[in-house]
């Protein structure tokens, strides 16, 4: 493991910087340069086949880049390139990724869900005959408020809608408190009334967690924009505020698949 000691002079909390990534002879991520700041709630679109879940894949060890480098800015000051460690290390630094498909343990409760994720690394058994201190409860509790599923505290996951379930996951993965929260496309087949419930959910995490959150629905991006970083051909083709990237030519064209002729 490389542990170069380096003490940041920025609010930083992730530099991806000239990463490279080819699948067979085929450049998915070309020179991608990013930096996230801490507590950034930070939007990333951009057509199919653009390399967005890639991406996420080479922060989270998933993938490992042919080239570049991926910094992680520790609270103490130490910058850890990512790229020399594996998935679960990375996980366990608190860089944490929700999928775009929900999962959740069906079978138990909403809150018990929280407790499971909580006591990572314990069996599930295990865990769920473990008592709870009061800072547990309250720990618990407070992610519940937080994804509004208070109400439904002793329902079985299983037999919560599409948009619940993907806000308990976002709670489990709250629950295990996270430096950096991955979300890949947390509205793709939700109602309306729960993509903004999602949207405002992700809101109110800003500035307590770093977040990417890679999306396609331009009316949901609009909702959260703060940053929005457009990823076009493994490259960042333009980053700035929603309407500076909205009206952008270059971006509306790439975005909306018209043909470009170089
Ligand atoms: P996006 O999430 O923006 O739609 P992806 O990151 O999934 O894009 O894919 C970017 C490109 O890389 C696509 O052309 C895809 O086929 C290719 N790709 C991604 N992962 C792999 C892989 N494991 N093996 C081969 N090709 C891949
Ligand atoms: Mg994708």
């Known amino acids: 493991m490389v542990n170069s000691v380096?003490?940041?002079?920025?609010?930083?909390?992730?530099?991806v910087e000239s990463v490279s990534k080819s699948f067979d002879g085929f450049k998915a991520i070309n020179d991608l340069n990013f930096y996230l700041g801490e507590g950034e709630l930070r939007?990333?679109?951009?057509?199919?086949?653009?390399?967005?879940?890639?991406?996420?894949?080479?922060?989270?060890?998933?993938?490992?880049?042919?080239?570049?480098?991926v910094t992680f800015h520790q609270d103490d000051g130490h910058d850890l390139d990512l790229?020399?460690?594996?998935?679960?290390?990375?996980?366990?630094?608190?860089?944490?990724?929700?999928?775009?498909?929900?999962?959740?343990?069906?079978?138990?409760?909403?809150?018990?869900?929280?407790?499971?994720?909580?006591?990572?690394?314990?069996?599930?058994?295990?865990?769920?005959?473990?008592?709870?201190?009061?800072?547990?409860?309250?720990?618990?509790?407070e992610v519940l408020e937080t994804v509004r599923l208070q109400d439904l505290c002793n329902e079985r996951a299983g037999l919560l809608s599409h948009g619940q379930k993907q806000w308990l996951e976002i709670g489990m993965?709250?629950?295990?408190?996270?430096?950096?929260?991955?979300?890949?496309?947390?509205?793709?087949?939700?109602?309306?009334?729960?993509?903004?419930?999602?949207?405002?959910?992700?809101?109110?995490?800003?500035?307590?967690?770093?977040?990417?959150?890679?999306?396609?629905?331009?009316?949901?991006?609009?909702?959260?924009a703060r940053k929005v970083t457009v990823l076009h051909q493994g490259h960042v083709l333009k980053e700035g505020k929603f309407l500076e990237v909205a009206n952008d030519p270059t971006v509306k064209e790439v975005y909306l698949g018209r043909q470009k002729h170089d």
């Open 6 to 15: 380096v003490y940041k002079d920025t609010d930083l909390v992730l530099s």
């Open 173 to 224: 993965l709250l629950a295990q408190k996270p430096r950096i929260l991955l979300v890949d496309e947390p509205a793709a087949g939700m109602s309306d009334e729960e993509t903004e419930r999602t949207g405002e959910l992700l809101l109110s995490l800003e500035g307590k967690h770093s977040i990417m959150v890679i999306e396609h629905d331009m009316e949901f991006i609009r909702q959260i």
């Open 83 to 141: 790229t020399k460690l594996r998935e679960y290390q990375i996980n366990r630094l608190g860089i944490s990724r929700k999928f775009q498909t929900p999962s959740v343990y069906q079978d138990h409760s909403v809150y018990d869900n929280i407790v499971l994720s909580l006591n990572h690394g314990r069996g599930v058994w295990q865990s769920l005959l473990y008592k709870e201190s009061a800072a547990d409860k309250e720990a618990i509790e």
């Open 43 to 69: 939007t990333i679109i951009g057509p199919n086949g653009a390399g967005k879940s890639t991406f996420m894949d080479l922060i989270t060890g998933r993938t490992r880049p042919d080239e570049g480098t």
